[in-house]
């Protein structure tokens, strides 16, 4: 075994991260009325009145208004407001609103403030800085009364120091308003970006959440209403969003257990799905998806992953609703949106406790035998036990939509939040929590999340667990967005057998299928020859472009004639959502990885390049930037390329573990253990850098030391199969 057997820099397909679908085609949603066009909300409010009464008062219609009298929120009467040494102050002049604040050189200067967003609990503001693009000032209005702390300015990042240079400052790429926020404040937005000039032209038909947001573009609705057609006589809404899940449905209870029971199952997802549009932890691939069409063919959404849940399904980042209320026991029975919002107005359909026992018996559920808290306390609320809150934005709480049964025995175990001594009884353990619950409850209340210990061991690389992971993948009474995360973890493990997850590529829910598909991409080549070329046919946009990355390696060897049609159209959709968020540096890697993979280094070194000028700590572009070079066999520009990296992201473990591997092939061994030491340092998560260094270590003649490295790995990573055959290899 030699270090050349570890100098292959992996390619990840990086997704910009910022729901379950029906298999339509998004043809089929929009037959017949392709060529209707958003008219604004003004055209509903004549027949739906109602409706736009409630819709006017909700947090949608102010989700980005023009910067005026009436809608400005804050205080621009020069009050300043002071953050990391920097007073900033706000302003009126002329009529219009501005502020004096650091711009991108880090000096004051004075930006006007064109627009509002958001209205409660915080209020934020937009400032065109030129080419079109529009940023978001990380400096916010607190919108809540003075006595509940508000009317103020604050930081959206007040324990942190966000300088000039900062990804994270008002003026950078994550506050950019036009990728990272204008879609879901704004009805019917193109970002509209042009990657030649890197200019943005975004255009909207309605500032705000409007009526066509949901339902679609409502010109084919509005003249089949006009034309005085009888409901009899028409065929159709005229809308692509026809969001009649709910229609004739009635819930009742069941004696024996008291839960509530749908008088027909839910068979559909369009409600959700629309909803999912916003309230999903999740990155855009088109603006020419209308509301109605599967969700997953304008969007890819984020799934159960460990940087953004906890193992056991609670948020560990901000996650907003979709994925915690597709694991829940809710989703499940078909409940949907609006069962308990009210979807014009946003609010909930009835107060507090009352939303929950308009289907679950108060009798059973909201008495103090149940809730162990004396009624009308907040400890009895439904929603302080079943969906605990967290704070983003400093001040704005939100619910977990999962409805989960607290278990403070889980917390104790795994490590997992515990609402019962976080909301309320402080300086209480976990431990004390669950011996009181199965005290009063008579024994453990399991839950609907089951999977929790199933992804603790998954995710903690514990020996066993693949077996386990499988099972979930395979349990067709589990959530699909369980199942997918299921799969999307056994990407990690080295002994599952990919080819088993075949039988899954016809599983009807989109998440299973594209998670399935991506574990396919690491089968050999003939089972992927079989297995894939179906899938990119497939109804759903994410899972044809994810079987065309599967297959994309093998796209311009030995993929048969007759599937070469159908892969091109599913790699020029990959393409197109790449170009779609061109000003993005994920996106740019993407399409470098694509060339690479494909052998085109002239295009992947091109985009790559350009991931840098985006973004100069962009790390994975510096990473295959210099693989680029490598199969061109230019070590010494592969070796500078990745300096370069180091300059802008010195902590960057992966740079370090590179330039070793650059030096090693270079037969400059001395100056890449350093290297690699430093990445294991900063690393210590990664099996890869511990084997790759114990490995150079052997070769370089420090056998013992290299043992040394190997099986302190073998004690952190033990189900690791490169280092258990490291091992072996080096006795």
């Known amino acids: 075994m030699t270090i050349a057997a570890s100098v292959v820099v992996a390619l990840t397909f990086v997704t910009v991260r910022w729901h379950s679908s029906s298999v339509r085609r998004a043809a089929d949603v929009t037959s017949g009325i392709a060529a209707a066009t958003f008219t604004g909300s003004g055209a509903c409010a004549g027949c739906h009145e109602p409706q736009n009464e409630l819709w006017r008062t909700s947090q949608h219609a102010g989700a980005m208004a023009v910067a005026t009298d009436a809608t400005v929120l804050g205080r621009f009467d020069n009050t300043t407001f002071t953050y990391d040494g920097i007073t900033s102050t706000f302003f009126r002049r002329d009529g219009k609103f501005g502020v004096r604040t650091d711009g991108p050189d880090g000096r004051l200067a004075e930006y006007e403030v064109t627009h509002t967003f958001g209205l409660f609990p915080l209020q934020q503001y937009l400032v065109p800085v030129g080419g079109g693009r529009i940023q978001v000032l990380g400096i916010a209005w607190d919108a809540r009364p003075t006595s509940a702390g508000g009317q103020r300015w604050f930081h959206l990042h007040p324990n942190e120091k966000i300088s000039s240079t900062d990804p994270l400052h008002w003026t950078g790429l994550r506050q950019n308003w036009n990728f990272m926020c204008a879609d879901c404040h704004a009805t019917n937005l193109k970002k509209g970006y042009d990657a030649s000039s890197r200019t ?156 929950c026992t308009r ?69 209480k353990s976990p431990a004390w929590a669950a011996a009181v619950v199965r005290q009063r409850m008579g024994g453990e209340v399991a839950g609907y999340q089951s999977f929790a210990e199933t992804f603790r061991a998954a995710d903690a690389a514990m020996i066993g667990v693949t077996p386990r992971l499988m099972a979930l993948a395979e349990d067709a009474a589990m959530p699909a967005i369980v199942r997918a995360s299921a799969l999307e973890r056994l990407q990690a493990r080295q ?18 299928r594209r998670a399935a598909v991506t574990l396919l991409g690491r089968a050999d080549d003939g089972t992927r020859l079989t297995a894939l070329p179906a899938l990119l046919t497939d109804p759903i946009r994410t899972v044809r472009t994810e079987a065309a990355l599967a297959l994309m390696d093998l796209a311009d060897r030995v993929l048969p004639d007759s599937n070469r049609p159908a892969f091109d159209r599913a790699f020029d959709e990959f393409v197109a959502e790449q170009q779609f968020n061109a000003d993005r540096p994920e996106a740019q890697a993407n399409l470098g990885q694509a060339w690479l993979q494909r052998n085109r280094l002239d295009a992947a070194q091109k985009a790559f390049r350009e991931a840098i000028s985006l973004d100069r700590r962009f790390v994975p572009a510096y990473v295959n930037l210099s693989d680029v070079f490598r199969l061109l066999n230019n070590e010494v520009e592969a070796e500078q390329v990745l300096r370069e990296g180091l300059a802008m992201a010195p902590s960057a473990a992966v740079l370090h573990h590179a330039l070793g591997l650059a030096l090693v092939r270079q037969h400059r061994v001395p100056g890449a253990l350093p290297e690699l030491a430093r990445a294991v340092a900063l690393d210590a998560d990664s099996p890869r850098y511990r084997y790759v260094y114990a490995v150079a270590l052997h070769d370089s003649g420090n056998v013992n030391e290299a043992r040394r490295v190997l099986h302190a790995a073998a004690v952190r990573f033990p189900g690791d199969r490169a280092i258990a055959e490291a091992i072996d290899a080096y006795r």
Request: glycine share 8%; proline share 7%.
């Open 359 to 427: 289907c679950h018996q108060a009798a059973r559920f909201d008495v103090t035998a149940h809730t162990l808290h004396r009624a009308g306390t907040p400890a009895a609320a439904c929603a302080t036990c079943h969906m605990p809150v967290s704070t983003y934005m400093v001040i704005d709480p939100r619910h977990d939509h999962s409805f989960r049964i607290p278990r403070p025995d889980r917390a104790a175990a795994l490590g997992v939040p515990d609402v019962c001594t976080s909301a309320c009884h402080a300086g």
């Open 495 to 512: 002994d599952v057998n990919v080819s088993a997850v075949v039988p899954l590529l016809n599983e009807r829910n989109p998440l299973v």
């Open 200 to 355: 943005f032209n975004t255009t909207w038909t309605e500032l705000g959440v409007g009526c066509e947001s949901c339902h679609g573009p409502g010109s084919t609705h509005v003249a089949l209403m006009r034309g005085g057609m009888s409901t009899s006589a028409r065929t159709g809404t005229g809308l692509t969003a026809n969001l009649d899940e709910r229609k004739g449905v009635q819930w009742t209870v069941s004696a024996p257990t008291g839960a509530p029971l749908r008088s027909v199952p839910r068979t559909t997802e369009r409600e959700i799905d629309v909803c999912a549009r916003c309230h999903a932890r999740r990155s855009q691939l088109t603006d020419t998806a209308l509301a109605g069409q599967p969700l997953e063919d304008a969007f890819r959404v984020s799934l159960l992953e460990p940087a953004l849940f906890h193992p056991d399904g609670q948020p560990r980042d901000e996650v907003y609703n979709y994925a915690s209320f597709a694991e829940s026991k809710m989703h499940a029975n078909g409940v949907t949106c609006s069962d308990c919002h009210d979807p014009h107005a946003g609010s909930l359909r009835a107060p507090g406790n009352v939303t």
